[in-house]
Every structure is written in C-alpha cells, then in structure tokens.
Nanobody
C-alpha cells in the first residue's frame, strides 16, 4: 500500500513563502512522476508542478518563476517551494504519484493521492 502524506500548509500573508512536503511510503515505491495539484473552493483540481524520475520539472504558467518542485530520493520526499505567494494561490494542495509515464498535467494520470494540505494566502 502506497501512502502520500503532505505537510507544510498554513496561513501566510501575500508575498510570503511556504514549503510543502510530501512523504511517500510503501513497498517498492518507485513512481515515474510526482506531482502537485491544488483545488480552490468551487473550482476544479488544477495542475501546479511535477517532477519526473529523471528530474525533469514541469510547471503551470500561473506558478512559473515563483514555485519550485524538487525531490529527495533518499527520503522519498517531494517538496514544493512557494515564493511570492498571492491570494489566488489559496487552495488545498495535493501531492500525487504516477507509476507510468504520461501527460503530467492530467489528474487521471496519477495513481496515488495524499489527503491534501490547506494553504491560505491573505491579502
């Protein structure tokens, strides 16, 4: 059984920074892609960022230049460093893992999901 546990979400002022973590556990867990998605109230879940097994990173246009995704293979942990936060970044942030290669921006490509962590950016 694979488990993904996010942490690091909290209330922050606009312009501030946060770092989210996603710790993965499970036997023989070797995902091809680890992704971050977010969902604001009344909106669909949207792609934020992803990092592949080869270390290739992907970003949504809305976060490019402000967010950085990284991973620590030894710790089975993926991070999302979020800088210059804006009120529109407010959402529940989810970590996800895809076991097969595929389009990283589509939620249905991912096999495992965390429970989410709330990020609230005040203006």
């Amino acid at each position: 059984q694979v488990q993904l546990v996010e942490s690091g979400g909290q209330l922050v002022q606009a312009g501030g920074s946060l770092r989210l973590s996603c710790a993965a556990s499970g036997r023989t867990f070797s995902p091809y892609t680890m992704g971050w998605f977010r969902q604001a109230p009344g909106k669909e879940r949207e792609f934020v960022a992803a990092v592949s097994k080869l270390g290739i990173t992907y970003y949504a246009d809305s976060v490019k230049g402000r967010f950085t995704v990284s991973k620590d293979n030894a710790k089975n942990t993926v991070y999302l460093q979020m800088n210059s936060l804006k009120p529109e970044d407010t959402a529940v942030y989810y970590c996800a893992a895809a076991t097969l290669i595929g389009a990283v921006t589509f939620p249905h490509r991912y096999d495992y999901w965390g429970q989410g962590t709330q990020v609230t950016v005040s203006s």
